[in-house]
């Protein structure tokens, strides 16, 4: 049993490694596509690097980083329209603090952060003391906050002062509007935000899979939620002047689901939606440089959502193209094995275990699937072909004789697993048993199942029980 345990602990740290390589691998991957992306875009797209591109640039790849990272946590909790209520919740912020202080950035900030802040304790507030659930409270803070938001903005633009202007690009955002000095208000807020992450770590992972757990271990459950959501509030205000309120919640999850289809772990997953993101952000930017005409901050999103789209289809594991070429493979296996023991049983029916069966027999019963299990057979050298029949080589009647008492070992351990004291398992008879239970559980099953055939060969009555060993 010892032996086992560690044999299974050795297989789990190579799968570990296998899953830690492969996220190397693929960070590798993104970071050569973006290093050759540049001279791509100068020599191909013919983009000059100056000022305003690099800036831009810098903060998009910054702020894909920081969006990111948070954005894992409010994927994990299912609460991916949080980000879309609170970014739109923070417009009303931006025009209360214009008409409070004028059009400077950072009061502009500070203003959408406290309205989305706000928002927060809304929702909170709403969920926690009325029957209103937590997807119509965002939605009731989307609506309201935002319209609020445009309200205020049509009346400052209906005054006749001119530092109103350019308010509205909060709405969608407008990247070439950013200076170095919002590029290192991007990383100095980031890296604080980082810090907290990292000292609430353990508890930030506790209430992401177990908030139960965590509020009966003691940790003060509603307070960490809040101070968890503070930092995507600040994610979302940092964004603003990118994305805009109404884009800037596709920075926030598109990294984060493109890294989930990668990975179990939340710190790899976290680790690979800061890349992704900072790709996004990066290569949107350089891409929209090919035109003025082209707006940033969506270009941004359209690049971050590509990757979610090629994390859906490719990602082992999890991507639909894997999913399809295991259901394939899962179906042919299917078909192959049923096709052997429907050899196997009609031969030994007929008297001898290699009498071939009629093709059409075969197709009656099973239909489509007959003969693609036949091919998969004869593809193994189990089954050849004679005169319109099928029989079964020399292997393939030994791989039919242990498939069929695997089979009768798995009925055994169906009906006699608790007389037995066995250890409990999910039942898969496509599965060896042996690879399932322990050798001493597989020991007691076998004994058990030739208890019951020499019982029913000695007597000339079927037992009554035992007639589940021969389902197949």
């Known amino acids: 049993m010892k032996s086992e345990l560690t044999l299974e602990a050795t297989d789990n740290m190579t799968k570990n490694r296998s899953s830690d390589q492969l996220i190397w691998l693929l960070i590798a991957a993104i970071a050569l596509v973006a290093a050759l992306f540049v001279p791509f875009s100068q020599f191909v797209l013919h983009v000059e690097y100056d000022y305003t591109l690099r800036t831009v640039a810098l903060g998009g790849a910054l702020l894909g980083i920081v969006s990111g ?3 894992c946590f409010a994927v994990l909790r299912r609460q991916s329209l949080l980000g879309d209520a609170l970014s739109h919740a923070a417009l ?9 202080a004028g059009r400077d950035l950072g009061l502009l900030l500070i203003g959408a952060g406290v309205t989305s802040w706000l928002g927060v304790y809304f929702i909170r507030l709403v969920t926690g003391t009325t029957r209103i659930k937590q ?12 319209a609020a938001g445009i309200a205020l903005l049509v009346y400052i633009q209906a005054r006749p002062d001119a530092s109103q202007a350019g308010l509205d690009t909060f709405i969608f955002g407008q990247a070439a509007a950013i200076v170095e000095r919002d590029v290192r208000l991007i990383a100095t807020v980031g890296a604080v935000s980082f810090i907290v992450l990292a000292l609430f770590w353990k508890e930030f992972k506790l209430i992401t899979f177990d908030p139960e757990f965590a509020g009966a271990s003691g940790f003060r459950v509603n307070l960490l939620s809040l101070l968890l959501s503070t930092l995507i509030v600040v994610a979302i205000v940092l964004g603003l002047q990118l994305a805009g309120v109404i884009l800037m919640v596709g920075m926030l ?7 989930r289809q990668w990975t179990n772990q939340l710190g790899q997953m976290v680790m690979l939606s800061a890349v992704f993101g900072a790709f996004a952000g990066g290569a949107g930017a350089i891409v929209s440089a090919v035109d003025a005409d082209i707006p940033t901050g969506p270009l941004i999103v359209v690049v971050a959502f590509l990757l979610v789209a090629i994390s859906l289809g490719f990602a082992p594991g999890r991507g639909l193209v894997w999913t399809l070429l295991r259901q394939r493979s899962d179906r042919r296996l299917f078909a192959a094995q049923t096709m052997l023991q429907d050899l196997y049983h009609y031969a030994l029916d007929h008297g001898r275990a290699d009498l071939p069966a009629p093709e059409p027999f075969l197709v009656g019963v099973r239909g489509a699937a007959a003969r693609e299990g036949l091919r998969q057979l004869q593809a193994r050298g189990h089954a050849q072909r004679s005169n319109g ?3 079964l080589t020399r292997t393939g009647i030994e791989a039919a004789a242990r498939d069929d008492r695997n089979h009768q070992l798995w ?5 006699y697993a608790d007389d037995l004291a066995l250890p409990m398992v999910a039942e898969d008879r496509q599965q060896e048993i042996a690879d399932a239970l322990p050798p001493a559980a597989v020991a007691k099953l ?11 060969a000695s007597s000339t009555e079927e037992p009554s029980l035992p007639n589940a060993v021969t389902d197949r």
Do not use: C, H
């Open 69 to 71: 990272v948070l954005g």
């Open 92 to 100: 009303p912020g931006v025009a209360i603090a214009f008409l409070l």
């Open 135 to 146: 997807d119509a409270a965002m939605g009731i803070v989307l609506a309201a906050w935002f």
């Open 411 to 415: 009925s055994v351990y169906r009906q």
């Open 446 to 456: 076998e004994y058990k199942l030739d208890t019951i055939r020499n019982a029913a």
């Open 253 to 259: 999850i598109a990294s984060g689901i493109a890294a």
């Open 389 to 391: 029949a099928w029989m």
